[in-house]
Structure formats: structure tokens, C-alpha cells
T-cell receptor, first 113, second 110 residues
Framework: NAGVMQNPRHLVRRRGQEARLRCSPM?????VYWYRQLPEEGLKFMVY????????ESGMPKERFSAEFPKEGPSILRIQQVVRGDSAAYFC???????????FGQGTRLTVV | EDKVVQSPLSLVVHEGDTVTLNCSYEVTNFRSLLWYKQEKKAPTFLFML????IEKKSGRLSSILDKKELFSILNITATQTGDSAIYLC??????????FGQGTRLTINP
């Protein structure tokens, strides 16, 4: 049973480009969460999704960031027109039930140059 | 503002020592408290605590929650170099909206 799979592991983008981060939850999990970890800071909640629905996006920046979890395929976190401040590790987690433990993927380290 | 505070931020001990990591919280909604171990990659789940006074144990690691005083501790006995990592405490406010502390960076020297 594979764990939470994120790709790519490392992503380098120039300022102004788009970044797409993918997350496949653990088998049987339908709840997906995205977190961001800035250098020297703790993980910060961004968004919680179920299949085809955004449940809670209170941690998402208002502009340039969007997330989806389609019926088929992985969850996608999309960052448009990236800026240097977007450089961070982005972690995805999944759970089988809404209030059971969440398991994390290995993260995507985004570097904006 | 919801916050989770961990202490110490950094700890260096010798192999074989026992360590206690602290986590205090002030949040508007509380469902559970979770501990994770983060090495160079994914945070790895350790414990989920929901009730006060009930110790969770896994090998040399144990943890307990005090919901009256709003804190939790994580104990590691007979530490090994493989225990070196960042230990993260998080409060689940419901719907897995986790509020994380800054982490404690634990270094075990041989």
C-alpha cells in the first residue's frame, strides 16, 4: 500500500511562471490536505479537499493559488505567476476519515529564481 | 489567534539519555493533538491524543495530554542517533485543519 505520493520532489520556476504540484493520496483515502512550510517556519494549513469539492480553503492566499481534487487523478495545487516568496516546501496529506490521523507525502520543494 | 508552542526549539543530548519535549496550545477548537517526526522528508505520524491522562506508548516513545492545562509531552527514553529529527506537535481543530508548532530539533550525539 503506497503512501501519499507527491511529484515532483523538486521544482524550479522562474518568477512569473506557473507551478503545478501533484498529490496522490493513500489508497482508500478521500480527504486531501495541503500544507506549506516556509524556511525556518512550521507547517501552515492551506486547503482541505474531498473528491471534486473544496471543503476549507481558509489558509490559501487570495490570489494566484488554487487547488483541485478531481474525480479521477491526483490533487493539484496550482500557483500562477510565482514570486520568490512562494519558495517553500509544499506537503500534501491524506486521511481516510475526516478526524483520523493524516499521513504526509514527502513534499515538493519549490524554488523560485 | 490560534497557536501551538513547542519547547525547547532545539535540544542536543547524548545517546542513551531520556528527553522530554513540550507542546502547549491555545486554540478555539480542539479535536485532537498529534505528534509527528520529521527527518529530511515527510512528517511521520507518531501519536494522536484525544483524552487527558491516557498515555500512548510505542516502543521507547510515549506521550500524554493534559486538556485542562492545555499541553502535551513527548518522552523518548534510551535515545539513539536515529531519533535525531524535528518533532512536530499539531492540534487538529476539526476537519484535519492542523495548527502546527515550530518544532523541536532534537540531535542525539553518539
Amino acid at each position: 500500500n503506497a503512501g501519499v505520493m507527491q511529484n515532483p520532489r523538486h521544482l524550479v520556476r522562474r518568477r512569473g511562471q506557473e507551478a503545478r504540484l501533484r498529490c496522490s493520496p493513500m489508497k482508500g483515502h478521500s480527504h486531501v490536505y495541503w500544507y506549506r512550510q516556509l524556511p525556518e517556519e512550521g507547517l501552515k494549513f492551506m486547503v482541505y479537499l474531498q473528491k471534486e469539492n473544496i471543503i476549507d480553503e481558509s489558509g490559501m492566499p487570495k490570489e494566484r493559488f488554487s487547488a483541485e481534487f478531481p474525480k479521477e487523478g491526483p490533487s493539484i495545487l496550482r500557483i500562477q505567476q510565482v514570486v520568490r516568496g512562494d519558495s517553500a516546501a509544499y506537503f500534501c496529506a491524506s486521511s481516510g476519515q475526516v478526524n483520523t490521523e493524516a499521513f504526509f507525502g514527502q513534499g515538493t520543494r519549490l524554488t523560485v529564481v | 489567534e490560534d497557536k501551538v508552542v513547542q519547547s525547547p526549539l532545539s535540544l542536543v543530548v547524548h545517546e542513551g539519555d531520556t528527553v522530554t519535549l513540550n507542546c502547549s496550545y491555545e486554540v478555539t477548537n480542539f479535536r485532537s493533538l498529534l505528534w509527528y517526526k520529521q527527518e529530511k522528508k515527510a512528517p511521520t505520524f507518531l501519536f494522536m491524543l484525544t483524552s487527558s491522562g491516557i498515555e500512548k506508548k510505542s516502543g521507547r516513545l510515549s506521550s500524554i495530554l493534559d486538556k485542562k492545562e492545555l499541553f502535551s509531552i513527548l518522552n523518548i527514553t534510551a535515545t539513539q542517533t536515529g531519533d535525531s529529527a524535528i518533532y512536530l506537535c499539531a492540534v487538529n481543530q476539526g476537519a484535519q485543519k492542523l495548527v502546527f508548532g515550530q518544532g523541536t530539533r532534537l540531535t542525539i550525539n553518539p
